[in-house]
């Protein structure tokens, strides 16, 4: 499940994922609030937690993902990806050289940091 987070600039998008995520969550959730911040802005900026009690990423989300993001391209300002899995973090660190953006991964820990950097 993807919980989108209110009251927050309006160039950024905070998505929270929860247990497991499936290719619904992006088709249903987190792909229309992208879309819709961009009606507005050029950029966004997307603050992505993935919560303690995250479980899984469907190969669906990931599918889902990979497309959105090639479509895209250039629409984000800024990435903040907060994790504690391993091989989240490790796909991203792999990724980020060639995104057109400065994507920044935290802990969970660091989420009040991954906040304040992806406002800056």
Known sequence: MIEIISG?????????AHGTVGGEDY???LIPAIEAKLK???????LYQLAE?????TAEAIWDDAVFGLHHWTAFEKVAVV?????IINSVNLFRFMTPCP??????SQLAEAKRWVVA
């Open 83 to 87: 994790a504690d899995v391993p091989w």
């Open 8 to 16: 927050i600039p309006d160039n950024l998008v905070v998505a929270v």
């Open 27 to 29: 088709k249903n959730v």
């Open 40 to 46: 507005t802005h050029k950029k966004v900026r997307l």
């Open 103 to 108: 994507v920044k991964v935290f802990g969970n």
């Open 53 to 57: 009690d995250f479980a899984v990423l």
